[in-house]
């Protein structure tokens, strides 16, 4: 399945770029503010990988990854 890059959308590219640069490094996603993990929570969630398994997989790996780091900056773990 062939896509011409005018197909992506703009979400489409936020989302590969913040997929992109925190699966590159764990440092990477630890560095990634907290409205950037809301953003990429909400491209996650709205796109549908039920055609395929593994990445259907690691879309609910990255979520519960991103509700945890959520969790830590609003609770303030890590502060002590």
């Known amino acids: 399945m062939y896509h011409d890059m005018a197909d992506i959308s703009s ?10 640069l ?7 996603f630890d560095k990634l503010s907290l409205e950037q993990l809301a953003r990429l929570q909400e491209l996650l ?3 549908d990988y ?3 398994k593994k990445a259907d997989k690691s879309k609910s790996k990255f979520l519960k990854r991103i509700n945890v780091r959520i969790y830590e900056l609003t609770e303030g773990k890590g502060i002590w």
Not at 11 to 20: A, F, G, N, S, Y
């Open 45 to 47: 969630e709205k796109k």
């Open 50 to 52: 039920s055609h395929d």
């Open 22 to 28: 925190i699966s590159s490094s764990k440092h990477e």
């Open 11 to 20: 979400e489409d590219r936020e989302r590969i770029k913040l997929l992109t």
